[in-house]
């Protein structure tokens, strides 16, 4: 059984995606050990906590610095045994120690397809922002292992959304959720869970 840590920062509408997923039965052979939030007042905090599952507030603002934020962090997951961590919405910045313990072993999901509209400053309505104005016509998600850089690790799986012309940048965010976002990362959860997900140089390989 594959467990899984999800880190939050808002509202948690991906989180829910997958506990909905787990709960049907589209992702199997995994369960969501904790869900933490560095916002403590986070709905993502209560949508755990309504389907009976483990929320943790850790704010850096609890600490003295930065360091034992993040140091507070590794134990929190290392020390649960965490086998894959889920960044769904997360916008603290994960420090280097956590990304070696877990490389390949921690996902994201970004609201693009990756090399679009990604990288440092680039997240929520921002990347929908800066991709109408842009002009693209094809939009969409992208789930990735998370490596030191801001989006650069492996992708894993991307969904591609078309951008209509009366699209407002919350229009467009709300499109590439429902049908990019809330479909790929469950999709890519359970794969992983079935072990059927591998890197090798920097390439994902998926098994069919």
């Known amino acids: 059984m594959l467990k899984v840590a999800v880190l939050v920062s808002g509202g948690g509408t991906n989180l829910q995606a997958v506990i909905d997923a787990i709960e049907e039965g589209r992702i199997s052979n995994a369960r969501i050990d904790v869900v933490i939030s560095n916002n403590k007042n986070a709905y993502a905090l209560e949508r755990a906590a309504n389907h009976g599952i483990e929320a943790v507030g850790l704010s850096p603002k609890d600490f003295e610095s930065r360091e034992l934020f993040n140091e507070a962090l590794y134990q929190e997951l290392a020390g649960r045994e965490i086998d894959l961590v ?17 490389e390949n072993r921690m996902i994201n999901i970004h609201p693009s397809l990756i090399p679009s509209f990604c990288g440092k400053g680039c997240y929520g309505l921002k990347v929908h922002e800066q991709a109408l104005k842009r002009g693209v016509r094809i939009s969409g998600a992208t789930v990735h ?3 030191e850089g801001t989006d650069t690790g492996p992708i894993i ?15 467009l965010q709300r499109r590439i959720m429902e049908q990019a976002e809330w479909v790929i990362l469950p999709e890519v959860i359970n794969l992983i869970a079935k072990g059927k997900v591998s890197v090798s140089e920097g390439h994902v390989k998926i098994e069919k």
């Open 86 to 102: 889920v960044l769904a919405g997360c916008l603290v910045v994960i420090p280097d120690k956590i990304i070696h313990e877990f």
């Open 145 to 147: 292992f998370v490596d």
């Open 157 to 171: 799986m991307q969904k591609a959304v078309e951008v209509r012309e009366d699209d407002t940048p919350e229009t």
